[in-house]
């Protein structure tokens, strides 16, 4: 079965100070990967998708990035942490086809303070 | 713009009393349509996905129903264990590069006390 972990669970970070945030998936291959987040414990909001190692897409332009080095690892980071990005990070995946897409399944998440 | 409404914002039942969440969108050519339920600190959990009008899905206490512009979640007698927020999401027509995007609702809190 596929399992998809994230770490750490939570985390105390200054403004101005980098982030590195990993997800890692079990269990599949070429997986699709996502960064959501998502504020006031409710709506997600996409960061970033991938569709294979190397291949990032935006969605939304911010001091954050993405990196997908391996085929089941997907990083977010910052150089410099910003208050409005503490929140709810979630990283899901789905399972890649070229022209049909089936849920994704999501994470335990991780807890950003930014102080 | 492409919109996914939930409503309502928060419910509270009493235990065993039937009601229905409701979900609805503005998404042109509607790939898939998914529910899911999250629980304080924990990532979201997938219950059902939706493709045509029409369709149904049950789980235990839970159905979900869908027509051409809204999507609904039955709860039938619900338990206190069934309290958590109820997120939907749609899902965008289907291209090779973009990795079949979905647009989430807001979510409906679900209370139910014994």
């Known amino acids: 079965s596929q399992t998809i972990h994230q770490w750490p669970a939570t985390l105390v970070q200054p403004v101005g100070s980098p982030l590195s945030l990993e997800c890692t998936v079990e269990?599949?291959?070429?997986?699709?990967l996502y960064w959501y987040r998502q504020a006031a414990g409710r709506g997600l909001q996409l960061l970033f998708y991938?569709?294979?190692?190397?291949?990032i897409s935006s969605e939304v332009p911010q001091n954050l990035s993405a990196s997908r080095p391996q085929d089941r690892q997907f990083i977010l980071s910052s150089k410099k942490l910003l208050l409005s990005d503490s929140g709810f990070y979630l990283c899901?995946?789905?399972?890649?086809?070229?022209?049909?897409?089936?849920?994704?399944?999501f994470g335990p998440g991780t807890r950003l303070t930014v102080l | 713009e492409d919109q996914v409404t939930q409503s309502p914002e928060a419910l509270r039942l009493q235990e065993g009393e039937s009601s229905s969440l409701n979900c609805s969108y503005t998404?042109?050519?509607?790939?898939?349509l998914f529910w899911y339920r999250q629980d304080p600190g924990k990532g979201p959990e997938f219950l059902f996905t939706?493709?045509?009008a029409g369709e149904e899905k049950e789980k235990e206490r839970l159905k979900a129903t869908l027509t051409k512009k809204e999507s609904f979640l039955h709860i039938t007698a619900p338990k206190p264990e069934d309290s958590a927020t109820y997120l939907c999401?749609?899902?965008?027509?289907?291209?090779?590069?973009?990795?079949?995007?979905?647009?989430f609702g807001q979510g409906t809190e679900l209370s139910v006390k014994p």
């Open positions: 269990g599949t291959s070429n997986p699709n």
């Open positions: 939706l493709y045509s």
């Open positions: 991938s569709v294979g190692i190397g291949q």
């Open positions: 999401a749609v899902q965008f027509p289907p291209s090779y590069n973009q990795g079949g995007k979905l647009i």
């Open positions: 899901a995946w789905s399972v890649r086809g070229s022209f049909s897409y089936n849920e994704q399944f």
């Open positions: 998404v042109s050519g509607l790939r898939g």
